[in-house]
């Protein structure tokens, strides 16, 4: 008897998970903390729908996306026109939360640094190589800097956590503008690179004398010290929510909702905030899909962004989530 009971329930078991309605998503790290518990959520108060998504970065869940392997994609940045014109889909982006991207940095005995905008992009332009390098210490009077090299860590894979960065950058240094840019992949001119913000964080906790740059939950999980920065109005800020929500409180977000709100102005800005957002194709791979994808979306931005500051995110603002459920719902 219980030999058959164990035959039928393996029998039920395997039925219903060949039966499961698969859905399909990959992209970007930063938000990948927050998208990881909102689709175990949404899975288990909806039995039998299963969201597989995939951390492999915003150039990689573009690219996926866009030649119709998975149902849709998530990018830190907001596509550009020529992108958009090159995707062999239709998208719509779907600004989902916001989140801050710091400076980590590994200095024995040094847990509290500051970076203005110069410093840190000439760490990154390699023009500033050793801790105890006198822009550094102008901008931290009374810190101990040691006379130890610097270890520059950034990203190896399409990211759109180095979008914001170089974004970032390219705003407060004419040097980087008209060097490396800005973009998810970049020609570095100096470092090592990491794949995913996992990586990243992991390299800098391992070197010596590194700095690096992820998503803020990134370094609070792996208990790394992170720097303040300088914003736009000359104040100097740690990333944190309130930060990023004072960043995204001046923006002029258009219809299509791809913005930058790098650099903004504001005394409690955070300078390196971003949206992130889920890329829609308007006409899903998998039609049996579409009704789904819709309800899971509109579940993201009703009962989900509650969670976000659990995770140190930033909730979307409540008139701009009250106007991303109405697109969600117009969706065909």
Known sequence: MKKSLLVIALFVWAFSDAHAQQITAAGATFPYPIYSKWFNEYGAAHPGVEINYQSIGSGGGIKQVCSGVVDFGASDMPMTDDLLKSCGVKLIHIPTVLGAVVPIYNVQGVSDLRFSPDTL?????????????????????????????????????????????????????????????????????????????????SSVRQYPGAIGYVELIYALQNHINFGALRNAAGNWVKGSIDGVTAAAATAKIPPDYRVSITNAPGPEAYPISSFTYLLIPTQPKNAANEKMIKDMLSWCIKSGESETSALSYAPLPENLAQKVLQTVYSLP
């Open 121 to 201: 992009a000439n760490i990154y332009l390699a023009k500033i190589t050793n801790w105890n390098d006198p822009a550094i210490a102008k901008d931290n009077p009374g810190v101990h800097l040691p006379d130890q090299k610097i270890i520059v860590v950034h990203r190896s894979d399409g990211s759109g956590t180095t979008f914001i960065f170089t974004d970032y950058l390219s705003k407060v240094s004419s040097e980087w503008k008209s060097g490396p840019g800005s973009g998810t992949s970049i020609n570095w001119p100096t470092g090592v690179g990491g794949k995913g913000n996992e990586n990243v964080a």
